[in-house]
């Protein structure tokens, strides 16, 4: 029995949003058994993980945000939305990991990857996030295909559909029966503890291999534990 089964929900489809360098809870939902969607036809929505994450600095958690083109916060489709390259935020966000994870042990198997993408400069935010997002799943070790909707799902459309595209926020902590958090190894544990709600980079930077195992302990029926 699936976990979402044994819940009493079935996930035919897990519907997300676009995200920059998801959250770990996010990432989990590529374990559960259905179709993955990412949402392409819905109104772009500022302040929420389509174009920020937050990464564990120095300081405490930090986030991280792609600046997009003027225009964007009026009706614009997300899959339209342009990325504003008038200042070197790809440069700043890839200084910022530096000096958050350079010292994690994984660090140095995977920023190469992700510095590549940034190089390329996508002019859509939606496929600069997609273009992430597949890296992330070859370095977890997830083989599993991911579609657009290409048009709007409305939301509550049926019981076989699990809709993460609100709950999954970063301001707006809601339930979620099919995501237990599991504490692994962060950079400045010493100094802040714990800290949930991180790009799922940080589960990368930090458990290299192990990773994989982590997202797994995360699914219904484990609860938070330190691997």
């Known amino acids: 029995m699936s976990p979402a089964e044994s819940a009493g929900q079935p996930a035919r489809k897990i519907l997300l949003s ?31 993980y389509r174009n ?12 991280l945000t792609v600046p997009v083109e003027k225009g964007s916060f009026h009706k614009v489709h997300i899959r339209d939305v342009r990325v504003d390259y008038s200042t ?12 958050a994870y350079r010292s ?11 510095t590549a993408i940034y190089k ?7 496929d600069l996030n997609l273009w992430l997002l597949e890296s992330l799943k070859e370095a977890l070790g997830i083989d599993r295909r991911i579609r657009t909707t290409g048009k709007y799902i409305r939301p509550l459309q049926g019981e076989d559909l699990l809709d993460y595209r609100e ?6 902590e809601r339930p979620d029966p ?12 010493d100094c802040f503890g714990f800290l949930e709600g991180l790009s799922t980079v940080d589960l990368l930077f930090n458990e290299g291999p192990e990773a994989l195992y982590v997202l797994q302990r995360s699914l219904p029926g484990e609860g938070p534990v330190r691997t």
């Open 18 to 48: 676009t995200a920059y360098l998801p959250p770990v809870q996010y990432m989990s939902k590529l374990l559960l058994p259905g179709e993955v969607l990412i949402e392409n036809d819905e109104n772009y929505l500022k302040q929420t």
């Open 52 to 63: 920020r994450c937050y990464i564990a600095g120095p300081n405490g958690p930090q986030p």
């Open 88 to 99: 070197p935020w790809e440069t700043l966000h890839l200084r910022a990991l530096s000096a």
């Open 104 to 114: 994690s042990p994984f660090y140095e198997y995977y920023i190469d990857e992700l």
């Open 120 to 126: 390329k400069k996508p002019v859509f935010l939606f």
């Open 167 to 172: 709950s999954i926020h970063p301001k707006k």
């Open 178 to 189: 099919f995501y237990h958090p599991v504490v692994y190894h962060q950079v400045f544990e």
